[in-house]
């Protein structure tokens, strides 16, 4: 038998857990999530800037 | 700034505002509601970046950057905005006392903005029981917003 409707039940009671944090804890955990996301977003412009070929660095080691 | 005279009163709002009464959302900056000393001013928001720039808050485009926080000063902007600020809570952040758009307001203030996100913010706050679908019509009554309540009633209530 599905435990589908347990499990909705469980996940609605967590989440009603978070919403009575405290308005600090809730700040707090919005910052966590600003931190990630300046991190997710310098480690993909360091991605980037890597696969970007350097205009004055010849591409072809031959032609060094 | 008060105190400096360069707003004559604040209070937060948007998105770090609602979280006092529902779960944590993913925001990136904060919005504070300002009366400006100066509203005639053309360059209206010039005294509140001077005086962040002074105490080494520094403009960056359309925010300024406080601790890891972008944030957005608005002016108030229309009656609704107006009347928003003037009943603004004093709540307690950590023992600091900080001024706070109330849960009714905020609503109406994202009702009357009526982007998909602020939808989610007034279902948000009803859902949280922080106002009552009632208290959100009668302000919507009396800013002009009553079409704009009947839509999102029909479109997400009234299933």
Redesign the interface.
């Known amino acids: 038998m599905s435990d589908t409707p347990n499990l909705l039940q469980r996940q609605a009671a967590w989440q009603k857990r978070r919403a009575a944090l405290s308005w600090a804890d809730k700040i707090r955990m919005v910052e966590a999530m600003q931190r990630t996301l300046r991190q997710l977003k310098n480690s993909g412009n360091r991605m980037r800037a890597s696969r970007t070929p350097d205009p004055i660095k010849p591409q072809n080691s031959e032609n060094a | 700034m008060c105190v400096a005279g360069v707003i004559n009163n604040y209070a937060l709002f948007g998105a770090?505002a609602q979280?006092?009464?529902?779960?944590?959302?993913?925001?990136?900056d904060a919005d504070v509601l300002v009366s400006v000393a100066h509203p005639e001013r053309l360059d209206i928001l010039a005294p509140i970046c001077e005086f962040c720039a002074a105490h080494g808050y520094m403009p960056e485009g359309e925010v300024i950057q406080i601790g890891?926080w972008p944030v957005q000063f608005v002016p108030v902007f229309n009656q609704l905005t107006r009347e928003a600020l003037e009943k603004a809570e004093t709540?307690d952040?950590?023992g600091i006392p900080f001024r706070v758009v109330g849960a009714a307001y905020l609503a109406a203030i994202a009702l009357s903005a009526a982007r998909a996100k602020d939808y989610a913010r007034v279902l948000a706050l009803l859902e949280?029981g922080s106002v009552a679908p009632s208290e959100l019509e009668a302000l919507a009554q009396r800013h002009g917003l009553l079409e704009a309540w009947k839509r999102f009633k029909a479109r997400f209530l009234d299933e």
């Open positions: 770090a979280m006092r009464y529902t779960e944590a959302v993913a925001t990136l890891s709540a952040f950590e949280s």
